[in-house]
């Protein structure tokens, strides 16, 4: 059960649109629908963002937006605002009840 | 509404086991698909899943970490316990509690610190 990938940085300006990857394998993010997103600011704990792949809890802008194709999600921000600068962290169902997590993409808002 | 917190010891010495109490309030450990997990994060690392305990008492842990972990519950006092034995300071870490349901860790406790040092 190996960490799923995420890139280490995105960058973009306040108004446009990024997308965070998550690329997992066959046994995980491939096999369940079971993906979700978390948002982290500094010293505070995780904020679930999206789950179910593409579903959003109450409260989460509709300016974030998850889908799936494949072994890989993504997490797509839009109208990018300087508060969503933040750690972004996938996480999968892998199976026999187990759970794995990317490995965190740091979101920079030029 | 749904809150949790941790509780244990800041500093631990290697090789000493860690044991972290999950309390809980909003919600009950015996609903059906209700689980409470501990997930860790080593100073600027990754978020790394450990353990989780599901509403009808069904453990599970990560494989590369499993020999040293136990999780249970105590449904009358709204508390989940965590284990780890044989700590390390490559252990240290802020270690979180989770509300589960479905496919999510929709709820988060505010973390706790563990440093483990001699």
């Known amino acids: 059960q190996s960490a799923l990938t995420q890139p280490r940085s995105v960058s973009g300006s306040p108004g446009q649109s990024v997308t965070i990857s998550c690329t997992g394998t066959?046994?995980?993010?491939?096999?369940?629908?079971?993906v979700s997103w978390y948002q982290q600011h500094p010293g505070k704990a995780p904020k679930l963002m999206i789950y179910?792949?593409?579903k959003r809890p109450s409260g989460v802008p509709d300016r974030f937006s998850g889908s799936k194709s494949g072994n890989t999600a993504s997490l797509t921000i839009s109208g990018l605002q300087a508060e969503d600068e933040a750690d972004y962290y996938c996480c999968s169902y892998a199976g026999s009840y187990d759970w794995v997590f990317g490995g965190g993409t740091k979101l920079t808002v030029l | 509404q749904i809150t949790l917190k941790e509780s244990g010891p800041t500093l631990v010495k290697p090789t000493q086991t860690l044991t972290l109490t999950c309390t809980f309030s909003?919600?009950?450990?015996?609903?059906?698909?209700?689980?409470v997990g501990w997930i860790r994060q080593p100073p600027g690392k990754a978020l790394e899943w450990l353990a989780l305990?599901?509403?009808?008492?069904?453990?599970r842990y990560s494989p590369s970490l499993k020999s040293r972990l136990t999780i249970t519950k105590d449904t009358s006092k709204n508390q989940v316990v965590l284990t780890m034995t044989n700590m390390d300071p490559v252990d240290t870490a802020t270690y979180y509690c989770?509300?589960?349901?479905?496919?999510?860790?929709?709820?988060w406790g505010q973390g706790t610190l563990v440093t483990v040092s001699s």
């Open positions: 989770a509300h589960s349901v479905g496919g999510s860790f929709d709820y």
């Open positions: 179910d792949v593409s």
């Open positions: 305990i599901y509403w009808n008492d069904d453990k």
């Open positions: 909003g919600f009950s450990l015996s609903t059906s698909g209700v689980g």
């Open positions: 066959s046994s995980d993010v491939g096999g369940y629908n079971y």
